[in-house]
């Protein structure tokens, strides 16, 4: 089954085997791998070698363990596009999914200047800054701060923030307009582990989104880790 001549590393190629496994449905979510016995047959290799493939597809988020129970078939990533300037209440319910919050922390602080450059305004002035686990179904997802120009929406309270802050700001008479993002890897902290549930250095995508309403007001900056295991983001790309 594996190709002993190949340049790619044998636990390389046991990783793409159970990958085209779980493609096909071959193992399906929930379902527990083959002990490592049974893969060192299965591929005639040594368990060194399976456990490496093993633990680079828990790595990736493809398997996960527990704890005296074993290693099992993973979801499958939640598929987000990057092409619409969406909320995430909006993108849960579209999934049918329940979009939970948990508020980490609430604040007002000064702005100081890298952020209130970003958000257009002087550094002396206001700003929220709201941390923010998000749930699909009870189960985090991301874990955002977000800041927002106080002066805006001196109204806003822990309550709003604990429901939909797009749903928020339109209520409030703004139109979302456009939003300006950049996405790049991180590794999970010690605060971020916790919040997400996720162990120690787990792999994230960091996620800054700056968002300006349609007269071109900048209303939030938004710092996000996404579990890497959990997401996965497409975009549709054309040529010219
Ligand atoms: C998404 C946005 C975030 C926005 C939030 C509003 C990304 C990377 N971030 O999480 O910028 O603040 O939605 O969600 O997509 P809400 O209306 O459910 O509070």
Known sequence: MLNKQSPLPMY???????????????????ESIPSERALTEMYD????????????????????????????????KMEQSLSGLTSFTEDMKRRGLKPGNKLLSFEVKEAGSPLAKKLGMEADERVYEVRRVRLADDVPMALET????????????????????????EALGFTIGRAEQAIEAALADEYQAEALEIPLHAALLGIERLTFTTDGRPFELVQSAYRADRYKFLAEIHRN
């Open 12 to 30: 390389y190629q046991i990783e793409e085997d159970i990958k085209k496994r779980i493609a096909k449905q071959e193992f399906l979510p929930g």
């Open 45 to 76: 290799v040594s368990r060194m070698t399976v456990r490496q493939a093993v633990n680079n597809l828990v790595q990736e988020g493809l398997l996960y363990r527990e704890k005296g129970k074993g290693t099992f078939i993973a979801e499958a």
């Open 146 to 169: 977000t800041y927002i120009p106080y002066g805006l929406m001196p109204e806003l309270t822990e309550e709003h923030i604990q429901q939909s802050f797009y749903a928020y700001v």
